[in-house]
Every structure is written in structure tokens, then in C-alpha cells.
């Protein structure tokens, strides 16, 4: 892990703060590229994972910035709460599950919300290689969308689009047109909100594009109706034990509740930290880490 200390804080838009992190050592950074996110150890013992918005090559800092969840279970709430300039915190090293494709032919970004962070890395790097491009912003409101200013006054701004559903009519988004209009060796990028996030996945299949051409970041996974499930078992390969799964739980839950120790991060199957093999058995997958082939071969 990498001690790191906060050097900034900074307030982007309603409800959401940047963060600036140097390293406590003073040496550099890793570099990382556009899309990645880092572990971030929190002092309440909770580790989250936030994207880097900030410059990839060679950083002087990271920059990270977190919207406050209503719903906080403890990454968020503590983040706005508690941490203050000069506070000490360790962080893994750039992991990066959302990378740019490296496929030619233009590229879509549609951010909604805080799902800007990892798409204005990407934004970024895409203007400095002059690569074709197009950034769509969509937010409730200018005073809810982080780094809007910079966005209207940065190298790439005539690049990007900012949607709000309130003020202006016309800067409304009609995603589903731009989706439409779009050539198909265009790679698609999305990230924000669960039902942002599906709605554009969905219009995007029903107008044809190829899922290999869809690429996404789920900062949290889409509320679910447990009403349905049933209560299984899961046996360990270690020892044999089974444990129950009552409905509605998880299996890294039933199985921390049975007093096994496991790695786990975000708890809600995206980061990929629980990752673990199937021996036997057809779970119903519920994460959003693995591909549809990955999970059919458990």
C-alpha cells in the first residue's frame, strides 16, 4: 500500500468534494491510464474504491472526487464528514478495470452524475493523442455537475456536451437520438447511475451496436426486489462446511456471518475483490464484474 496525505479539498458541485492525495513520502506517484480507480483505506477500517480524475501521466497527486451518498454505508458519509487537509491515508496502487479501447474509429462518453470521474481521464487523454471524440454530461443541474467549469473552458471544450434536466429546454438530452445518429464503429462509454446506465445500454442494443463496443463502470449496483429469493447452501472446498444463505443475503455475507474470513471491498459485486471459482453448481449471478462469458464458466 501507498501512505498518502490529503493535500486539497475542494467543493465541485453540490454534494460532491475532490480530493487531492500526495504521496507522504514525497516521491512520485505510478502513473496510470485513463479509466482506472484506486483502493482507498478509510479510517473507519471501511476500503472503497473511487476513480482518478486527475492528469494519468506522471501525477503529482491523485485526484479523486466522491458524491455523498443519502445511502451511505460509511465510504461517503466519512469521506464528507471527517477528512481533513493533512490527514494520513493508505491507498492502493491504479487498478483499471474500464480502460480506453484501443480499436480505431471514434469514441462516445456518456457520463451521468459523478460517473464523469472516470470519463474526464479518458476525455483528456483522448484530446492530448487528437483522437475523434465526443463527451455527453448528463446531470440534474449545472450546480450538481462536478468540473462543468473546467469542461466549458478546457482544450476539448467544443467537444463536450452538457444535458441538464433542469433550466435550459435545449440542453436536455435525447440520448437515444445521438445513440442513433452515431456511426457503429464508434466505441461507447458509459458510466453513472444503474438505471442511467441500463437505459442507454438498452436503447444502444435495440438500435443495433455491437456489445463489444459497449463499455462500462458501475459505481454501485441497481437496487434489487430480494421478495423472490430462497435460502441456499454454499459448501467450502477448504473444509467441507455448508452454509446457509437466507434470502435476501449474500453469500459473502452468510459466509462473514459463519465466521470466514474473506477479502472484500465494495459488497456489492464490482470491484472483484471476493473474487472466487465455482466448483459445482449454477450460481445466478449477480455481479457486475464478471462478463457474461466469465460468469457461464464460473
Do not use: K
Amino acid at each position: 500500500m501507498i501512505e498518502v496525505i490529503v493535500g486539497a479539498i475542494r467543493l465541485e458541485a453540490q454534494d460532491i468534494h475532490s480530493f487531492e492525495l500526495f504521496r507522504a513520502d514525497g516521491a512520485a506517484l505510478p502513473s496510470f491510464e485513463p479509466g482506472a480507480h484506486i483502493d482507498l483505506h478509510l479510517p473507519n477500517g471501511l476500503v472503497r474504491q473511487y476513480s482518478l480524475c486527475g492528469p494519468a501521466e506522471r501525477p503529482r497527486h491523485y485526484r479523486i472526487a466522491v458524491l455523498r451518498c443519502r445511502d451511505s454505508r460509511g465510504g461517503s458519509a466519512t469521506l464528507h464528514a471527517e477528512l481533513r487537509v493533512g490527514q494520513r491515508l493508505h491507498i492502493g496502487e491504479p487498478r483499471n478495470l474500464f480502460p480506453l479501447s484501443p480499436e480505431p474509429g471514434p469514441h462516445l462518453l456518456f457520463a451521468g452524475g459523478i460517473g464523469i470521474t472516470p470519463l474526464l481521464a479518458m476525455a483528456e487523454r483522448l484530446a492530448r493523442d487528437g483522437a475523434d471524440f465526443q463527451l455527453h454530461y448528463c446531470a440534474h443541474s449545472a450546480e450538481r455537475a462536478a468540473f462543468v467549469d473546467y469542461l466549458g473552458r478546457c482544450a476539448f471544450a467544443d467537444r463536450v456536451h452538457c444535458h441538464f434536466d433542469h433550466g435550459e429546454s435545449s440542453r436536455r438530452a435525447d440520448l437515444r437520438a445521438l445513440l442513433a445518429t452515431s456511426p457503429r464503429d464508434a466505441q461507447l462509454y458509459l458510466c453513472g447511475p444503474a438505471g442511467f446506465m441500463q437505459w442507454i445500454e438498452e436503447s444502444a442494443r435495440e438500435l443495433g451496436w455491437e456489445a463489444s463496443r459497449l463499455h462500462r463502470e458501475h459505481f454501485a449496483a441497481a437496487p434489487r426486489d430480494a421478495s423472490a429469493d430462497g435460502t441456499f447452501e454454499v459448501q467450502l472446498a477448504s473444509n467441507g462446511a455448508l452454509i446457509r444463505v437466507a434470502a435476501g443475503q449474500t453469500v459473502l455475507a452468510a459466509l462473514r456471518e459463519a465466521g470466514v474470513d474473506l477479502p472484500a471491498s465494495c459488497e456489492q459485486g464490482i470491484c472483484g475483490t471476493c473474487l472466487t471459482r465455482v466448483l459445482d453448481g449454477e450460481p445466478e449471478h449477480r455481479d457486475l464484474y464478471l462478463s457474461e462469458e466469465e460468469q457461464a464458466a464460473n
